[in-house]
């Protein structure tokens, strides 16, 4: 039985989700720069297969969260980044970027 390419997809972005989700609660806000090796390390903890679109993801993420931090601003009504749920946020800046 083969995979569906959603489905391929849909796992990559699970993964960059769990890596962005983990590495952001532990260094904290603000533009991230991490080595593709920490994301290879972190799937094989799942026994994931380590996928292009889910790094590209993450990377993309990290460096960008600045000026995606800066459009969730300009359309949140009384809530600073700062105070919002991390896993809120986390989905925010992955849709954002």
């Excluded at 679109?53 to 969730?72: H, S, Y």
Aim: charged share 30%.
């Amino acid at each position: 039985m083969t995979k569906a390419p959603n489905q391929s997809r849909h796992k990559a972005r699970e993964m960059a989700f769990q890596f962005l989700y983990g590495y952001l609660e532990q260094t904290g806000s603000g533009e991230q720069l991490f080595r593709k090796g920490e994301y290879e390390a972190f799937c094989k903890n799942f026994e994931e297969h380590i996928d292009d679109f889910g790094w590209e993801l993450a990377e993309g993420t990290g460096k960008n969260i600045p000026l995606i931090d800066e459009a969730i601003k300009k359309v949140s009504s009384n809530w600073r980044i700062e105070r919002m749920p991390r896993v809120d946020l986390t989905i925010l800046r992955l849709a954002g970027f």
